[in-house]
C-alpha cells in the first residue's frame, strides 16, 4: 500500500481511539455512540433522496450524489471522534453534513432545499419556504431558525476536521480498479477453452464460465455499492484506508458471487491487488496469499463481519458468505483472473510429475492480466 500522508494518518484511528471518545466521556456508551452515527448517516442519506426529489423527482437511485453521500459518511464519523453527541445531535449534523460534503464534491445541493427537506422531516407542522411557488413568501420562523443552526454548525465542522476536505472514496477505488475486467474475464474464458481442446477436454472453462460471467464490472457496480454504503454505517472508514476498504469489498464481492469462503475469495482477489496499490499476493504452493498487506486486510474482513453480528451493518449479507471448510485445504487454488495453472499437490511436494504442456499450450497459458486504460471514472 502505498505511504500515506501524515494529513491522511490523521484521521485513521485504533480500536483504542474509538473506545476513547468525547461521547464516552460524555457517559454515552460504544454500542450507543455507533447506532446514533449509524442514525445520523442514514438521515443524512434520506435528506439527499428529498432534496434531490425537489428538483430532479423521483430518483431513488440518486446516481449523480453517491460521492457527496460517500463524503458525508466519512466526515460524520470523523467528527464524533472529536465532539459529542450531547454537545451535537443527528438532527443538526446530518443536514450539515449533507450541505457541506455536497459542496466538496461539486454536487451542491441548495440550503433552501435541504432546510425545507429538514423541517419536513424532523418538525412536523411546520412550514418551509418555498419561493418558486410564491416570489412573494417570506421564510417562516422555523425555516430562519434551521438556515442559521446549519450555517453556523458548518463553521465548526469544518474547524472541528481542521478544514481538511481532501477524501480518498473507496467507491471510486474500487471502481477504477475494475475497469477493463470484463475483457480480461471474457479473454481468460476463451483461453481456457481453448486449452480444454487442445488437452481434450471439451469442458474445461477453469473455475466455471458462468461465476466468471456473473462476476463483471456492473454486477461490480451494483453490488460493490450496496456493501460499500452499508460498510460506511460503521466505523470502519476511519479504521481502515480506503484502498483496504476497496479491496475487502472486492473480496466480499467475490464470495458472494461464486460461493466460495473468505479465504478463497481472498487468494482470487490478490491477483488484481496491483491494481489497489496493494502488496498481496499468492504463496508458491498457491494454497493461500501472503503480503505486506495482508494483516491489514485480514483484519478488516474481520471488523466487517463484527460489524454486522452487531447490526450496524445490514445483517442479512452474512447468509450470503459461505462458511469456512473446516479440512485443511491439499489442492491449490485455481486461478480466476489470469490464464495460470496452479502445480498440482503431488508438483508441490517435490513428486517427479512429467510436463505435459506444449509450445502451443504454453503460448496460450500467457497470462490474461494486461492493464486497462488509465481511466478516470470520478464519481461515476
Given at each position: 500500500?502505498?505511504?500515506?500522508?501524515?494529513?491522511?494518518?490523521q484521521?485513521?484511528?485504533?480500536?483504542k481511539?474509538?473506545?476513547?471518545?468525547?461521547s464516552?466521556d460524555?457517559?454515552?456508551?460504544?454500542?450507543?455512540?455507533?447506532k446514533?452515527?449509524?442514525?445520523t448517516?442514514?438521515?443524512m442519506?434520506?435528506l439527499?433522496?428529498?432534496a434531490n426529489?425537489?428538483v430532479?423527482?423521483?430518483?431513488?437511485?440518486?446516481l449523480?450524489l453517491?460521492?457527496?453521500?460517500?463524503v458525508?459518511?466519512i466526515l460524520v464519523?470523523?467528527?464524533?471522534?472529536?465532539k459529542?453527541?450531547k454537545?451535537f445531535?443527528?438532527?443538526?449534523?446530518?443536514?450539515?453534513?449533507l450541505?457541506?460534503a455536497?459542496?466538496?464534491?461539486?454536487?451542491?445541493?441548495?440550503?433552501?432545499?435541504i432546510?425545507?427537506?429538514?423541517?419536513?422531516?424532523?418538525?412536523?407542522?411546520a412550514?418551509?419556504?418555498?419561493?418558486?411557488?410564491?416570489?412573494?413568501?417570506?421564510?417562516t420562523?422555523?425555516?430562519r431558525?434551521w438556515?442559521?443552526?446549519i450555517?453556523?454548525?458548518e463553521?465548526?465542522?469544518?474547524?472541528?476536521?481542521?478544514?481538511?476536505?481532501g477524501?480518498?472514496?473507496?467507491w471510486?477505488?474500487?471502481?477504477?480498479?475494475v475497469?477493463?475486467?470484463?475483457?480480461?474475464?471474457?479473454?481468460?474464458a476463451?483461453?481456457?477453452?481453448?486449452?480444454?481442446?487442445?488437452?481434450?477436454?471439451e469442458?474445461?472453462?477453469g473455475?466455471?464460465?458462468?461465476?466468471?460471467?456473473?462476476?463483471?464490472?456492473?454486477?461490480?457496480?451494483?453490488?460493490?455499492?450496496t456493501?460499500?454504503?452499508?460498510s460506511?454505517?460503521?466505523?470502519?472508514?476511519?479504521l481502515y484506508?480506503?484502498g483496504i476498504?476497496?479491496f475487502?469489498?472486492?473480496?466480499f464481492?467475490?464470495?458472494?458471487?461464486d460461493?466460495?469462503?473468505?479465504?478463497?475469495s481472498?487468494?482470487?482477489?490478490s491477483?488484481?491487488?496491483?491494481?489497489?496499490?496493494?502488496?498481496?499476493?499468492?504463496?508458491d504452493?498457491?494454497?493461500g496469499v501472503?503480503?505486506?498487506d495482508?494483516?491489514?486486510?485480514?483484519?478488516c474482513?474481520?471488523d466487517?463481519?463484527?460489524?454486522?453480528?452487531?447490526?450496524l451493518?445490514?445483517?442479512?449479507?452474512i447468509?450470503?458468505v459461505?462458511a469456512e471448510?473446516?479440512?485443511?485445504?491439499?489442492?491449490?487454488?485455481?486461478y480466476?483472473f489470469?490464464?495460470?495453472?496452479p502445480p498440482?499437490?503431488?508438483?508441490?511436494k517435490?513428486?517427479n510429475?512429467?510436463?505435459?504442456t506444449?509450445?502451443?499450450?504454453?503460448q496460450?497459458?500467457?497470462i490474461?492480466?494486461?492493464?486497462?486504460?488509465?481511466?478516470?471514472?470520478?464519481n461515476?
Open positions: 500500500m502505498r505511504q500515506l500522508r501524515p494529513v491522511e494518518q484521521w485513521l484511528f485504533s480500536q481511539a474509538l473506545e476513547n471518545t468525547p464516552l460524555d457517559g454515552i456508551s460504544l454500542e450507543t455512540e455507533l446514533r452515527r449509524k442514525i448517516i442514514e438521515y442519506r434520506s439527499a433522496l428529498r426529489a425537489l430532479h423527482g423521483d430518483d431513488a437511485e440518486c449523480h453517491r460521492g457527496s453521500l460517500v458525508g459518511s464519523h470523523r467528527f464524533y471522534m472529536r459529542s453527541f454537545d445531535e443527528e438532527t443538526l449534523i446530518a443536514p450539515t453534513v450541505f457541506l455536497s459542496k466538496i464534491e461539486e454536487e451542491p445541493l441548495k440550503l433552501r432545499h432546510v425545507n427537506v429538514t423541517i419536513a422531516k424532523f418538525e412536523n407542522g412550514k418551509g419556504w418555498y419561493p418558486d411557488n410564491n416570489p412573494h413568501e417570506q421564510p420562523r422555523e425555516y431558525n438556515e442559521k443552526s450555517l453556523a454548525t463553521e465548526i465542522l469544518l474547524e472541528t476536521l481542521c478544514f481538511d476536505m477524501i480518498e472514496q473507496p471510486n477505488i474500487l471502481y477504477n480498479s475497469i477493463g475486467l470484463d475483457e480480461i474475464i471474457s479473454r481468460v476463451m483461453d481456457k477453452e481453448k486449452i480444454g481442446h487442445m488437452n481434450g477436454n469442458n474445461e472453462n473455475n466455471g464460465l458462468t461465476n466468471q460471467e456473473m462476476l463483471n464490472q456492473s454486477t461490480i457496480k451494483e453490488l460493490g455499492w456493501l460499500l454504503s452499508e460506511l454505517l460503521s466505523p470502519i472508514p476511519i484506508p480506503a476498504i476497496a475487502t469489498t472486492l473480496i464481492l467475490i464470495s458472494i458471487i460461493q466460495v469462503p473468505l479465504s478463497e481472498t487468494i482470487c482477489a491477483e488484481l491487488s496491483e491494481r489497489f496499490d496493494l502488496d498481496i499476493k499468492r504463496t504452493d498457491n494454497l501472503q503480503g505486506v495482508l494483516d491489514m486486510i485480514k483484519a474482513l474481520a466487517i463481519l463484527k460489524y454486522m453480528n452487531q447490526g451493518i445490514d445483517d442479512g449479507l447468509k450470503y459461505k471448510l473446516n479440512e485443511e485445504r491439499k489442492e491449490p487454488y485455481r480466476r489470469t490464464i495460470k495453472s498440482r499437490s503431488s508438483e508441490v517435490g513428486e510429475v512429467k510436463n505435459t506444449t509450445a502451443q499450450e504454453g496460450a497459458i500467457g490474461a492480466m494486461t492493464s486497462a486504460p488509465d481511466v478516470l471514472m470520478g461515476a
